[in-house]
Structure formats: structure tokens, C-alpha cells
């Protein structure tokens, strides 16, 4: 792969001592997290999707800046951007559920609809996909977690010193499950107080 590795990075918590989100948490987080992309793009459904996301018990999980932003009327610019990033969170997130098989390098961008295949059907009962999300091996979510700092710290390297990005990663995508894995690893508890620091 050709990518370069930091010999100072710490090392990761083992299985034992690290907590990790349910997999309730994380469905119910993903739900979240796709139906505020739905809203910046089509503002009209806004209270639709709220009055749903408070019917299914999905609101109190929204959090304190998201609830700004599926409220806000006009968002920014910058506030669509940032949203539509998420998407690339929202694979991770998936991933760690076994909704997604493989974690390719953050190289491309994720499609929305192969987002939307593996989701309940719009504005539809969220109950047994929340239900029925079963958490991968902690094994395998550390693993992923370790993969996505040193590759994070490649690209935010390469990014910093103006050279070619290693491995054609993508420095965004590789922000945004960066995100989403420290979310899920509990570095941070609230969502919207998580560190992405390499």
C-alpha cells in the first residue's frame, strides 16, 4: 500500500478494557444520521421527520447540535457539506452492525443508495432493524479502529506537508470514520463532542 506509518502512536486499549456502543445505539444512530442528510436536501419533509423520529422514541437519541440543524430553517452552505459528509460515517456505522461486509481504504466516496438498500424503507417502522443489529467482534471493531487512526495520521501527514496522498486515500472520508469509530469506542460520549486527533 505504500503508506506511511507513525512510530510514536500509542497503543490501543485490549478487548477487555475497552466499552463499546450496543448495537441498538449505533442502528438508532445511523437513523439519525440519514434521515437529517434526507432533511438538507429536502427541507419540506422536516417536521414529517421529526414528528417520525419522535414517534418511533428515535428524538431523544438526536443530538443537541443535530437538533439545531434539523430544525434550522436555511441551512448554510457549510452545514450541507458537513451533513453529506456523514455518509461516509454512516458506512462505518453500518459496517459495524454486519450491514456492510468490507471496509475498503477511503478511497471513494460512498453511493447514497448503497446506503439506502441496507435501511429500513423511508419513514417505515425502524423497530426491526434497531432490534436486530448485532454488534461485529470486538476483535475485529479495535482492528478497524487501529487501521483507521494510522491511516488517518498518513493522510492528515501528507495533507500538512503538500505531498501526494498515500495510497490515493481520500483525507474527508478518512475524517468521517474516524469519527464514527471513536463515537463507537466511547472516545468521547456524546456525538457531538468527539475527537478526531492523530
Known sequence: MNIPINKHLPCIEGENEIK??????????????????YVAEVPDE??????????????????PYEKELYQKEGLSN????????????????????????????PQEQVEINEILTRLPQFLTSPKKFIE?????????ILDASDLIYRLHWAAREADLKKQPMPASLNLSIMMERHYAINWVTFYGD?????????
Open 78 to 105: 457549510q452545514e450541507e457539506v458537513n451533513i453529506s459528509w456523514r455518509t461516509e460515517a454512516i458506512w462505518l456505522l453500518l459496517w459495524t452492525i454486519n450491514k456492510v461486509q468490507k471496509l475498503e481504504l
Open 46 to 63: 422536516r417536521e414529517n421527520v421529526i414528528g417520525f423520529l419522535k414517534s418511533n422514541s428515535l428524538w431523544e437519541n438526536v443530538s
Open 20 to 37: 463499546l456502543r450496543g448495537g441498538k445505539e449505533i442502528a438508532a444512530r445511523i437513523l439519525i444520521l440519514v434521515y437529517l442528510a
Open 132 to 140: 436486530n443489529a448485532m454488534l461485529r467482534p470486538t476483535s475485529e
Open 190 to 198: 456524546e456525538w457531538d463532542d468527539i475527537l478526531t486527533d492523530t
